[in-house]
Each structure stands twice: as C-alpha cells, then as structure tokens.
C-alpha cells in the first residue's frame, strides 16, 4: 500500500513536471507543499483508507445537495456519514501524530518535497534565463544580417544628405530657390 502511495506521488510529480504553457507559479501550482495530514495519508494505509472513504462521503453528499436539497433526508444522512468519516480520519491522524517515528517521517517527507519544489523552480529559472539569452542573441542575428540586406551603397547615402541640405555639388548657389521658375525666365 506504500508502493501505491508512493506512485501515486510519483505520477502527480510526472504530471506537473510535463511540458506545459506557463510559469514558475503555475507549475508550483501542480506540485505543491505536502500538509501534514497528506504526509500521514502517503504512510499509512489505515488513514489512506480513512481519506478515501470521507472523500466519497464528500462527494455524495455534496451530489445530494445539488439533486435533492439540503433539507431531504437522504442528503441529512448523507451529511451524517460525511461527518462521521471526518471523525474517524481525523481520529487516526491524531493517534499517528502521537507516534515519534511517524511524525519524523512526515517531516522528513514535508521537507522533502519543499526541497523538490525549489530545486525544480531553480531548474526552471535557469532554463528561463538560458533561453532569454538565446532569443537575445538569435535577435542580434536577425538585426545584423537585416543591416547587411537592407544596407545601401554609400553614394546613395551622401546623394540624399546633399538633396536634403541642398549643398552645391555641382557648382550652383546653395542659396538659390530650386522652385523659383522666375529666376529661370
């Protein structure tokens, strides 16, 4: 029952490890701190049992509420067995956490996964870091061969520098009115 346990964390740490659009944040989301009731959950099977049978009384009464209401007597039962099994779980978490070597290993699981949860956020920042270099440096690349295809003949340059300040190239007067015709005539 342990074995399953541990797999069962080990295909919830599979899912919020895969490839998914978002952040850190959202990913922290998916694999989050373990609470101390979810640490005794993972080691023993009785409070494991405990869990499961108050989720399923959870759901149904929750699912009787919506169909019946809250006053029908089914739903009344059913809030009834909810709580019972709330009592009973809560019953055996109270006797584990009494006992030394059982409080160590939810500790130690707690702590465990609090060091996970870090070291993937590291990973993920670094990961983040490295590809904001790359984009950083694949634009560079783009800005430099855009210059080289959009780079223009020198000439050209200093031709429109000069039609732009009307600097006598050829000999003209500077001053004189391009569009002026009567000077012409």
């Known amino acids: 029952m342990i074995n399953q346990s541990l797999n069962s964390v080990m295909n919830e740490m599979a899912h919020a490890s895969a490839p998914a659009g978002g952040g850190v944040f959202e990913r922290r989301k998916r694999l989050r701190s373990l609470s101390e009731l979810e640490a005794f959950i993972l080691l023993d099977d009785t409070l494991e049992a405990l869990h499961k049978q108050y989720m399923d009384a959870k759901a149904q009464r929750k699912e009787l509420v919506a169909l019946c209401g809250r006053d029908d007597a089914m739903t009344v039962v059913a809030i009834d067995m909810e709580d019972s099994c709330w009592c009973a779980m809560q019953t055996r978490y109270i006797e584990l956490r009494a006992v030394g070597k059982m409080m160590a290993k939810a500790q130690t699981m707690m702590r465990r996964r609090e060091y996970d949860i870090k070291e993937m956020e590291l990973r993920i920042l670094e990961r983040d870091k490295e590809k904001q270099a790359r984009d950083f ?49």
């Not at 855009?146 to 780079?151: F, G, I, P, V």
């Not at 050209?156 to 039609?163: H, I, V």
């Not at 003209?172 to 009115?177: L, S």
Request: glycine share 2%; aromatic share 16%; net charge positive.
């Open 137 to 185: 440096m694949n634009y560079l690349k783009i800005i430099e061969v855009l210059k080289e295809k959009n780079k223009t003949p020198r000439i050209f340059e200093w031709l429109a520098l000069f039609l732009f300040l009307r600097i006598d190239v050829f000999g003209q007067n500077p001053n004189k009115n391009l569009y002026d015709f009567r000077a012409a005539a």
